[in-house]
């Protein structure tokens, strides 16, 4: 008990306490050895505990990871957890740490316990999570120093405190900690006086110590409770100034209440269920089989008729009145249970009973109408309630009349005045129903009578043990407002059941009543306890009729009596408890506990049941359904042992025993029925197979190793390093691996054919000859311009690239120019040995190239220099024209001509003076205006000369009146010739990135989409002014036109060829390494690179927002309240009862549909194109695979934010789609084990773009990459050049340079051009480096500088996209074998045996490919488990060590079980014939969690047959201590050596029988029944009734039928035992279903954008679409399910959909998932709709042989219509609809919610785990309302989609399905 006045300490003045004499003494004991403090209630045993924490707190100093210990105090409720805590951290140095459920730590991992230990060193927490701490290993007995236990008098039979002493048993007696209990009863249940000396043993066994308190009672009675004790009796009958009528109101209202109770009775408890209680499994032949479990319906109707039978309890105990109360009580309780009933039958039931409640009502109203308020009360109440009341008013008003009492009778004409209450009371009643009546009883006295106005009640009740979340949230908050209510003295009348008996810290009560008999020792005492005030009375209502209670009374009081005698005073006379005793009492238990495999967690008979039901809750589920086990009990007759039954002709002797059987659900890897062993109840027989279950999910893999917990966590094939061979584990990294924010640094990769390739004097040169042709429109003739422009571009002159080596064939492709679309071809000149040339051939050729990129171009930084290293893009560049014959040759005159390029002057006046201007000399020339500068230098092309215009005409603008004026004025300049004509010019554009078309402008890097240019912008950008020119103002360049204007195409043409190099390379190395033999082109030559510059135009579709959208408050998730339906009843009405229902469990009335027509599927042919895509993508020989196109290549190295017109996104689609298809195959036939949920977390990590880029890290394809924009001015390097390469390896290797230094070097002009740095500059950049270094100038440095230095910065999410598009491109091209040997390659897939495989019996084996396509048929054997022997006679012979433990555990075998096979033999033998045991099978060697050949099912196995087993004589046989040992070793999991072979028995061996108990712990299976097994085939058939009519809607007959029964097996379908449930099949339906939908609108979709692309996936493939084709098509009524809940959901949406014609539109897409509804929200489409059609996808696809071909020809009738509606209008997600609205959106950043758990149990799976939070603002542009969305969801993009759907609903986006 908390005792927590000052008086129970010491001074009530001195904050530090000073302790009493006796507690001085009692901390000296227990400071010595384990102690039980017994004191009377407030007499300071909290003191004492703190002071014992306080002097063993040395212990606590040392940081618990380096040994330090820790002290637990464990309590019994969690209320007291936060008081007894908070005590301790106010009077100690000490970290206080306060746990309980509410918390969730029942989730906490170990981790996270030792996170908490670290931090805190004394643990405040309730008693079982310390036990289940020490069952799972997260802290030992060795590491604590002291527990505490709080109202230890509770440590008794099963209690957890008891369970945690008995861990002592395996603890050193030097490492135990300190125990040190609290009590002050002793008792925790009735005991005779003369049995107190025996308890007190039992308790101080089971603590290990002595009991001890004061040695004189006289020391703590001042301090202690000593109440005034009395005894109200009354009669059980009405008073005699009661109405009349009572008794005729009373037997109308009994014969209601009896025609209720008679309703029920009569009623089978299937109406209150949908069908959802699993059939009893036949594990044997015996009849006498009955269920352990209570069904859903057996407990509904039982809380039903507990409803009505509080009713009549509260009319007898309270009357007339107080029955109306419950009665009020009773509607509102069948109201919420009506709308959580899931029958019609159901409803119709409760709707009966809510009549008779009303009924109920209705009598008593009429019959209590005509009377006052307060005379209903006094006139209609039993004497009970008057006793109470009177007691009440003497206690409230004190005073007397006439010399004697107050009566009630004179309550209507006694004085208004009152004296103020000072009372504080509580009032103790058996029943929470009695603490709801009494309080109401109370507050209608209270308001109607004056006596009684200072009366303030409340009531608190314990928290149900399995509520709600919400519910219990609700209750606990009310119960802690009621008890500050109570301290404050806001409330003084606290109506209470026995919560409030003991620990809870309350007032000092002046007055206590036990309105109920005190049914226990323990209850009398704690009662009486809580009467602590010095003046207190304490008050025991009993019937006047009762004659027990008094002798009841009087052995508590000899009990009191006889505790003081033996105990007060005897401290040192009393010794502890010997080992014997410890071991016979304490560690004796039925059955040896199972240990984890180091020992360090166990599992007992007591805490097995717990750990089966939290595994199932576990299981994959969803969240309409919640797995539990089914427990079947036997009643079986087994001999008993008697020396009697040698003589002859004596009777064998039976004994009844029990035996239980499990069946876990269909989804958990035990299959078969578990059978238990024979024990004497069935509560022991429940615990027994229990405990052999978890045994046997130990062994599985399915418990922890060393925790025995659930396995949440991954399976082990997550860290597979075959599996995940580039997988790294990255520590302190600034960003998410894999997302796009994160950037790495790549060095960028050079095509090795083009390094190294500079021409070589007298060596073999090969030309590539740069072909450009204009393929727009020529121009009309009045465009001058443009058709000189035209014809410019024609003439036979261009360049080529001069190489010494040998380039691979690049395809064709178009470039941009301001005139139009230019065509390029780049092919080798025709002499295949290429030409010869001589050095000062080279010599020229390299001061051409210098000339044309460093002065015609003028793109060379000034830091670089000519390249004389010959490494990357070393080749030259050469004009060429053609020789007489037409062929391409090096145009030598131009080479020689322009080594340099002559700067731009003024003419002098000779060349004036001869200026002739005509076509010879000007036309097609280019020209540069001198005057200008030569930082405005401009270059244009006459296009024609206008031989009527000359200076003197006038000027375009007003403001000059002619050109020579515009030319004075503007430019002070003279004209010699004004007669000459003017010059009509283009000019050559400065834009010489031609990657875009023209009005097209480049994107930003991260804005995938084009942007169009203003007719402005146009303008400036290509100098399409029409401008004119003076002659004699201009220079003639000489340069060819042709040639200037190619040049600008140059950097594109090149950007482009370079990449092509590198992607052909890519393309080579990855088909020659993958085996792919078919390297060239299809046709010869590659095909034409695409041009994709399609602009997304962002369809602004407006949306009918209601015109009260942004009036309406949105209400905060955390704000919204419940009703008090407990409170408040006066004013309660039936909404307020639907409310509270809403939000308690946010579920809504059934409705039934009746429906009758489905639509029929329409057969459909698939579009020709598709269907050879398709039959393309078959797995083909290796021959057969042909190599990508060099375009898709290039495509797919081309990244979303290179600005380019082509990219990875198509390509990216494909790709993702056939990767994820690829996973689930993949994964699906490896591990035929794993459930749904380990292989989603498997494939999730696979094909995680964190995988991916490290998959394209170890390829190094970030450096193949282009991400960034062309900028030939700026970040470009033309061929041949570069900057210095010492200079370059300093700035890439140090990270203390800024690279913005290059912007400060001066590199002299001569020196750049011969490439030769000379001695100076060097020492002047260094100079500059070490001065950058130390100044420590670091900076930034920018993309430009990055790509220059031969580095660029790559977005992680842009490699693993390049992965997917490379894999899109292997698709296209070589089908899945190509798609599969890429996999190989980039290590997403393991290799195969030679390398990449391309098959998939390659990737996961001939054998398991088989199974898959097969399908598992589970065994319909009952497999019975039978023990060794243990002579548990024997067992307290045994050592209580932990081996010597575990040897009672025998040899295990696990037989199939048939009947007919026992026969029974003279000399009483056994004889097991025909018994079938596994040999040699693929069982995991000792423990293994998961694998390959984790389960049986899933592997063949050889079968041994022994013709007998014998075993022996049914008299015991005791083994001797080695031969248990040695058995018990091949029983230990720990080993993993040992074989499948240790754990059956060897058939020479005899299997001995027990003379006790039969007790084994086994986890083998045997394989499955093959498919042609007629018996398994008739029940396949059997649950198949009516599938038929399925394979005829879908038009296809299943060869295994086995697979059709698992597509449509829901996990809640019980009856199935032969196959799984669907959900492997759905994982895998999902991504083929995906896959084949993906491969259609890319064939069908061509038109549309990457983004668009996107959406129109996103809108086909997703639960909401498929839902709705399931019920279209009436699929959903085949589906078999056991699930209330689920089925309403389903019949909801059903309706929902028949009245909107099926129609699968638009609006349906926002509709609430599953996965978006976490909190607040009813889930609209069920995810199980949409799981039939992945399932069934999944089913066609293994059975055709893997065909995706069947698997489309089945759905894409089904799903023609939306595929063309959603092709014509693409429906955009509901994020990006929101977004694109007319609103004013933004998103929150994301929060993490922990929704509260209460209780020990998971009510709905998936609940208690965090959620994202994601808060999504709706602004209104005009009037600035503002409203806000809150999604949920598992990740933040879920979580984000979930508020873009609730903010679109409320816009009015979709109409909801209406629910009742």
């Known amino acids: 008990m908390g005792d927590y006045s000052a008086e129970a300490c010491g001074s009530q003045d001195d904050n530090s306490y000073l302790a009493r004499d006796y507690q001085v003494q009692l901390l000296s004991i227990a400071e010595r050895e384990n102690t039980i403090l017994f004191l009377p209630t407030g007499s300071g045993k909290t003191f004492v505990a703190v002071m014992l924490i306080k002097a063993m707190s040395k212990d606590l100093e040392k940081p618990y990871k380096e040994g330090g210990k820790r002290t637990f105090f464990a309590v019994n409720t969690v209320a007291l957890v936060t008081q007894q805590g908070d005590y301790v951290a106010r009077h100690t140095h000490l970290n206080v740490g306060k746990y309980s459920g509410d918390l969730n730590v029942d989730n906490w991992s170990a981790e996270r316990w030792n996170t908490e230990l670290q931090q805190n060193q004394v643990i405040v927490l309730t008693c079982q999570i310390l036990l289940d701490m020490l069952n799972h290993g997260f802290i030992s007995l060795e590491n604590i120093n002291l527990i505490i236990f709080d109202e230890c008098h509770h440590a008794v039979s099963d209690h957890c405190m008891r369970r945690v002493m008995q ?256 009372s504080c009371c509580l009032i103790f009643v058996e029943r929470r129903q009695a603490a709801k009546c009494i309080y109401q009883i109370l507050k209608h006295v209270a308001e109607h009578s004056v006596p009684f106005k200072n009366v303030k009640p409340d009531f608190v009740l314990g928290i149900a043990s399995n509520p709600s979340s919400m519910e219990s949230s609700v209750n606990k908050r009310r119960h802690h407002e009621s008890i500050l209510n109570f301290r404050s003295g806001e409330c003084n009348y606290l109506i209470a059941s026995d919560v409030m008996e003991e ?108 750990l089966i039901n939290r595994y199932c809750a576990l299981l994959p589920q969803d969240k309409f359904t919640q797995l539990y086990p089914l427990w079947v009990m036997e009643e079986i007759l087994t001999p008993r042992s008697s020396p009697m039954k040698q003589l002859p002709g004596y009777p064998q002797i039976f004994s009844r025993n029990k035996l239980a059987y499990l069946q876990l659900p269909i989804n958990a890897p035990i299959r078969n029925i578990i059978k238990g062993i024979p024990m004497h109840n069935k509560r022991y027989a429940k615990r027994a197979v229990g405990l052999i279950a978890c045994a046997i999910l130990h062994r599985r893999g399915e418990l922890g190793r060393n925790d ?106 178009s470039i941009f120019m301001s005139s139009g679309e230019i065509d390029v071809r780049i092919e080798p000149e025709q002499e295949k040995e290429g030409v010869i040339l001589s050095a000062d051939e080279i010599k020229e050729l390299e001061l051409f190239h210098v000339m044309l990129f460093l002065d015609l171009l003028n793109v060379c930084k000034q830091y670089f220099v000519v390249d004389k290293s010959n490494t990357a893009n070393s080749y030259l560049i050469a004009p060429t024209c053609t020789d007489s014959n037409g062929k391409w040759i090096i145009d030598w005159d131009v080479v020689r001509k322009f080594s340099t390029l002559p700067i731009v002057e003024n003419p002098s006046p000779e060349e004036n003076s001869d200026l002739q201007v005509d076509d010879d000399n000007f036309l097609y020339e280019v020209v540069t205006p001198w005057y200008r500068g030569s930082y405005v230098e401009r270059h244009y092309v006459v296009t024609k000369i206008c031989q009527d215009m000359d200076a003197a005409s006038p000027f375009p603008s007003t403001t000059y009146s002619s050109f020579e004026d515009y030319f004075k004025e503007k430019y002070d300049l003279s004209l010699n010739h004004p007669d000459k004509p003017l010059l009509e010019v283009k000019a050559i554009s400065s834009r010489i990135d031609c990657i875009h078309p023209k009005g097209v402008a480049k994107p930003f890097d991260d804005t995938p989409s084009v942007i169009p240019l203003s007719k402005r912008q146009m303008q400036l950008k290509n100098g399409d002014f029409q401008e004119h020119l003076i002659p004699e103002l201009v220079t003639k360049r000489l340069f060819p036109a042709t040639l200037w204007l190619k040049a600008t195409t140059l950097p594109t043409v090149l950007h482009r060829f370079s990449f092509m190099q590198l992607a052909s390379e890519l393309r080579t190395q990855i088909c020659k390494e993958t085996n792919i033999t078919r390297l060239d082109p299809p046709e010869g030559k590659w095909k034409r690179l695409p041009v994709d510059c399609t602009v997304e135009v962002q369809e602004n579709r407006s949306l009918d927002v209601p015109a009260n959208f942004f009036k309406d408050t949105m209400q905060e998730v955390n704000q919204i309240e419940a009703p008090d339906l407990d409170h408040d009843i006066d004013s309660l009405c039936l909404l307020d009862v639907v409310q509270y229902h809403k939000v308690e469990v946010q579920e809504n009335e059934s409705k039934i549909v009746h429906q009758s027509e489905w639509s029929p599927i329409k057969p459909a042919l698939i579009p020709e194109n598709v269907l050879k895509r398709l039959e393309g993508l078959a797995i083909r020989d290796d021959g057969d695979c042909q190599g990508p196109e060099l375009a898709d290549t290039l495509c797919a190295l081309t990244g979303a934010t290179a600005g380019d017109v082509i990219n990875l996104e198509r390509l990216e689609t494909l790709g993702d789609s056939f990767l994820k298809f690829a996973a689930s195959t993949y994964l699906y036939l490896k591990y035929p084990t794993l459930d749904e949920g380990k292989l989603t977390m498997i494939k999730g990590k696979m094909i995680s773009n964190r995988h991916l880029f490290y998959c394209g890290k170890a390829r190094n394809l970030g450096g193949r990459m282009k991400v960034h924009a062309l900028a030939p001015q700026s970040d470009w390097t033309p061929p041949g050049f570069a900057v210095p390469n010492f200079l370059k390896e300093k700035l890439n290797s140090s990270g203390g340079i800024t690279k913005n230094i290059l912007f400060q070097l001066i590199i002299p002009e001569t020196e750049r051009r011969s490439g030769i740095l000379s001695r100076d500059t060097m020492r002047d950049i260094e100079e500059s480096l070490y001065e950058s270094l130390t100044n420590n100038t670091v900076g930034t440095s920018s993309t430009t500088l990055e790509a220059l230095l031969g580095t660029q910065n790559v977005p992680d999410k842009s490699v693993a996209d390049c992965v997917e598009s490379l894999i899109g ?79 009672k555990i025998k040899d295990i075998s696990l037989f199939r079980k048939d009947i007919s096979d026992v026969k029974e033999e003279g000399d009483g033998r056994r004889l097991y014939e025909n018994v079938e045991i596994l040999e040699n099978s693929s069982v995991e060697k000792g423990y293994k969690r998961d694998g390959e050949h984790a389960n049986l099912c899933s592997c063949p196995v050889k079968r041994r047959k022994f013709s007998k087993i014998s075993g022996v004589n049914s008299e015991a046989i005791s083994s001797s201590r080695d031969e248990l040992s040695e058995i018990y070793k091949k029983c230990e999991v720990a080993d993993s050596s040992s074989n499948v072979k240790d754990f059956y028995i060897n058939a020479n061996k005899s299997s001995t029988v027990i003379k006790r108990k039969t007790f084994l712990f086994t986890d083998f299976e045997v394989n499955e029944h093959d498919l042609d097994d007629i018996d398994a085939m008739e029940k396949i058939n059997s649950l198949l009734s009516g599938a038929s009519g399925l394979e005829k809607a879908i038009n296809y007959k299943f060869q295994n039928r086995s697979l059709l029964l698992q597509a449509l097996t829901h996990a809640s379908y019980y009856p199935n035992r032969i196959t799984e449930c669907y959900q492997r099949l759905e994982f895998l339906g999902d991504a083929v279903l995906d896959f084949v939908i993906t491969c259609h609108i890319y064939e069908t979709g061509g038109n549309l954008s990457p983004g668009q692309l996107t959406d129109l996936r996103s809108a086909l493939v997703n639960n909401i679409t498929f839902a709705s084709l399931v019920v279209r098509y009436g699929l959903h009524r085949h589906l078999l399910h056991l699930s209330p809940s689920l089925m309403e959901a389903i019949d909801t949406f059903v309706e929902f959909q028949l009245q909107r014609d099926n129609a699968v539109t638009e609006d349906c897409l926002v509709l609430l998932e599953e996965n978006d509804c976490f909190l607040a929200e009813a889930i609209e489409v069920p995810k199980a709709l949409g799981d039939i059609l992945e399932s069934l996808a999944g089913a066609i696809f293994l059975d055709s042989g893997l065909s995706l071909t069947a698997v489309w020809q089945v759905f894409y009738p089904m799903m023609q219509n939306e595929i063309e509606a959603f092709l014509k209008r693409v429906p955009k997600q509901p994020v990006r609809e929101l977004l694109e609205s007319d609103y004013i959106v933004e998103f929150m950043p994301s929060e993490e919610v922990k929704p509260a758990v209460v209780g020990d149990e998971v009510e709905r799976p998936g609940l208690s785990k965090p959620v994202v939070m994601v808060a999504v603002k709706v602004r209104d542009k005009a009037s600035s309302l503002e409203r806000t969305f809150y999604g949920f969801g598992e990740k933040k993009s879920n979580a984000k989609r979930a508020a873009a759907k609730l903010a679109l609903r409320a816009m009015g986006k979709c109409c909801k399905p209406q629910y009742s």
Not at 223 to 250: C, M, W
Not at 1391 to 1411: D, F, Q
């Open 708 to 813: 025995l917990l659930p396995v949440c966590h991954e399976p082990e094939a997550m860290d597979d390093a075959n599996l995940f061979p580039n997988w790294i584990n990255e520590e302190k990294i600034d960003g998410v691996p894999g997302s796009k924010k994160l950037k790495r640094m790549c060095n960028k990769e050079v095509s090795t054919g083009l390094s190294g390739c500079r021409p070589k004097p007298y060596r073999p040169t090969y030309i590539y000859h740069i072909q450009q042709t204009p393929v727009y429109n020529v121009p009309s003739p009045k465009d001058s311009r443009g058709c000189a422009i035209y014809k410019v571009l024609g003439m036979e002159r261009g360049y080529a690239i001069l190489s010494s080596k040998k380039l691979p064939q690049v395809c064709d492709f």
């Open 167 to 422: 861990k002592f048993e395996v603890c050193r007696k030097e490492d135990q900690p300190r125990v040190l209990g609290l009590s002050a009863t002793l008792l925790n249940s009735n005991c005779k006086a003369k049995n107190v000396k025996s308890e007190i043993q039992n308790l101080e066994t089971t603590f290990l110590g002595r009991v001890a308190t004061v040695d004189d009672i006289k020391q703590v009675q001042r301090f202690s409770t000593n109440p005034v004790e009395d005894i109200i009796y009354f009669e059980p009958k009405y008073p005699d100034h009661a109405a009349s009528g009572v008794s005729r109101l009373q037997n109308d209202v009994m014969e209601e209440l009896k025609a209720a109770r008679d309703l029920l009775m009569n009623l089978d408890s299937s109406v209150f269920s949908l069908g959802d209680e699993p059939d009893v499994p036949s594990p044997s032949k015996s009849a006498h089989l009955y269920r352990i479990n209570t069904s859903p319906g057996e407990r509904e109707k039982k809380r039903l008729t507990s409803i009505v039978n509080d009713v009549q309890v509260m009319l007898e105990d309270y009357g007339i009145f107080g029955g109306y109360v419950a009665a009020l009580y009773a509607n509102i309780m069948l109201h919420r249970r009506k709308l959580s009933m899931n029958t019609a039958e159901g409803k119709r039931v409760i709707s009966c009973l809510l009549t008779h409640m009303t009924l109920v009502r209705k009598i008593i109203h009429d019959g209590l109408e005509a009377f006052s308020p307060l005379d209903q009360v006094l006139k209609f109440s039993t004497d009970k309630v008057l006793q109470l009341l009177e007691l009440i008013r003497k206690t409230e008003n004190p005073v007397t009349i006439d010399g004697s009492s107050v009566r009630l009778q004179d309550l209507l004409e006694h004085k208004k005045e009152s004296l103020e209450s000072k």
């Open 1369 to 1447: 491109a292997w698709l296209i091209s070589g089908g899945c074998t190509a798609a599969l040997r890429l996999l190989g390659w980039f290590g997403v897939f393991p290799l195969g045996k030679n390398g990449p495989a391309g098959k998939w019996e390659e990737l996961v084996g001939t054998e398991a490919l088989e199974i898959g396509r097969k399908g598992i048929i589970k065994d319909q054997a009952e497999y019975e488990i039978i023990g060794g022997v243990v002579d548990w006679g024997d067992a307290k012979n045994l050592s209580s060590s932990v081996q010597q433990m575990s040897e």
């Open 503 to 610: 620990g809870v810290d309350i007032p000092l009560c002046s007055l206590v009543v036990k309105l109920d008999l005190p049914k226990t020792f323990r209850s009398y005492v704690q009662s009486k306890g809580r009467a602590r005030h010095s003046t207190s009375k304490f008050y025991m209502f009993v019937p006047a009729t009762n004659d027990k209670f008094s002798k009841n009374l009087e052995e508590y009081r000899q009990v009191e009596t006889v505790l003081k005698q033996i105990l007060v005073g005897q401290n040192e006379n009393r010794f502890g408890p010997s080992d014997e005793e410890v071991k016979d009492k304490l560690y004796n238990q039925e059955i040896p506990p199972y240990y984890s495999c180091d020992k360090s967690a166990s599992v007992n008979l007591v805490s097995a049941s717990v």
